[in-house]
């Protein structure tokens, strides 16, 4: 089953004037002004960590316009009080759902998943691996389905991946592990074969991930921004891949300084391509493709940076 914590209200930040509004949208169910959205961006900044910009207005309308309708509320401004006024979990998690962006998909970014084979394959056994923004659940199985193809199934049997995001919705589809068929069209043969169960009659152009492949992974939530994230283990590897584009520096520098001390030693940290974490964090180095490694060594001391003179970071040694 997967975990949930309960939501929490974010700490009330100090109450500020809003200005008249100005820019109420017409054509809509709802009246929605420019004060309503630069509250809709405080909440979501201090629940969860992302940073809304100027074009995620109408998605922020369409999206929460759901959460005003199913709680029979007439407009922003009262859903809003309600949400800051009562401390009710359930609907600061369909709030925070309702506001994440979870695109994602089987085997992204391809060039991450034989450097986290080959580095598996010399780790000390067994290997746990971090997914930190899970979302439905694609990247955990890829990684699943690589620490397999790199260790045997006997070998990957001691091996864990905890999938972790702050949305519960995407959380559960991912621990159901059922897909659309064009999902995994793109895979090879072998991988459809090895790790996908077929669907026929009522679920024929389905596919479901076989439970061999799901036994290694359990999913919880997580909010990348709470100051505890209460895991007591260390891990080999972490995914943190296309959720740091969300949030601002200091959010960023501070998530990454909690990944720190949840590294083995020599663990690698695996990012999205577009999130650069050289100038953010002085625990992790870049060692190419979009793979930090600590800067630590295994006593604890940080080694000195690879940056040049210029501040430049040097190629990677990664193979691919
Ligand atoms: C664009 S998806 C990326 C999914 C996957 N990592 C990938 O690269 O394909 C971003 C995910 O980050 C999650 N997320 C956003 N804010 C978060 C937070 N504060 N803590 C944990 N997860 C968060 C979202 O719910 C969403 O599922």
Not at 178 to 192: A, G, I
Request: glycine share 6%; proline share 5%; aromatic share 10%.
């Amino acid at each position: 089953m997967m975990a949930t914590r309960a939501p929490q209200r974010p700490a009330r930040a100090a109450p500020e004037r809003t200005e008249p509004a100005r820019s109420v949208e017409t054509g809509r169910d709802f009246e929605f002004t420019a004060a309503d959205f630069a509250r809709i961006r405080d909440l979501i900044h201090r629940a969860a960590g992302i940073s809304l910009s100027d074009h995620k207005r109408d998605m922020a309308y369409s999206r929460l316009a759901r959460r005003l309708r199913a709680r029979g509320i007439d407009t922003f401004r009262q859903y809003l009080d309600l949400l800051e006024a009562e401390n009710d979990p359930a609907e600061w998690e369909a709030f925070t759902n309702a506001l994440t962006t979870n695109l994602t998909a089987f085997f992204r970014e391809a060039h991450h998943f034989p450097i986290l084979a080959e580095f598996v394959a010399r780790r000390a056994q067994p290997v746990s691996v971090w997914c930190s923004a899970a979302s439905t659940g694609e990247e955990p199985y890829s990684i699943a389905m690589t620490l397999i193809e790199a260790l045997g199934e006997s070998g990957a049997r001691q091996a864990s991946v905890l999938a972790t995001d702050i949305d519960t919705q995407v959380l559960a589809k991912g621990e159901a592990g059922v897909y659309q068929f064009d999902q995994v069209k793109h895979l090879s043969p072998e991988r459809l074969k090895r790790f996908f169960l077929k669907g026929t009659g009522a679920h024929a152009g389905m596919v479901k991930v076989r439970p061999e492949v799901r036994a290694l992974v359990r999913f919880e939530q997580l909010n990348l921004t709470d100051r505890d994230y209460q895991l007591r283990t260390q891990f080999d590897a972490i995914f943190c891949r296309n959720v740091m584009i969300y949030f601002d520096k200091p959010t960023q520098s501070q998530v990454l300084a909690r990944f720190e001390p949840l590294m083995k030693a020599g663990g690698l940290l695996f990012a999205g391509h577009s999130e650069n974490f050289t100038y953010v964090t002085e625990a992790f180095r870049l060692r190419g493709q979009t793979v930090y490694e600590l800067t630590r060594d295994t006593s604890g001391a940080r080694a000195p940076s690879r940056a040049n003179a210029h501040g430049t970071p040097e190629p990677s040694g990664v193979a691919a």
